[in-house]
């Protein structure tokens, strides 16, 4: 997956060695986006950041489900908070 011993070699992480991939569903993000007052776009972005060549690293990765799960847990406290 590295391309190891090939003329162009990954050298980094974020290299893209593969063209990426194109939506076919745009406009659902274009409705969705908006609508949720933009928290797809962030994660879509997030994500788009973490993959690449269709690899994420356990690292990256394991910081990410981190970050958000404490997002998610925050966000149903203050729901609940509302709620009583």
């Known amino acids: 997956m590295t391309y ?3 003329e162009h070699a990954q050298l980094d992480r974020l290299q893209i060695m593969t063209p990426a991939e194109e939506f076919d569903h745009q406009w659902v993000k274009t409705i969705a ?3 949720l ?5 962030h ?9 690449a060549n269709e690899q994420v690293f356990v690292d990256q990765w394991q910081t990410f489900m981190t970050a958000s799960i404490s997002e998610w847990h925050r966000a149903v406290v203050w729901v609940r908070a509302l709620g009583d």
């Open 37 to 41: 007052w933009g928290i797809p776009g």
């Open 33 to 35: 986006n908006p609508a």
């Open 4 to 6: 190891y011993g090939q």
């Open 43 to 51: 994660y879509l972005s997030e994500l788009h950041d973490l993959f």
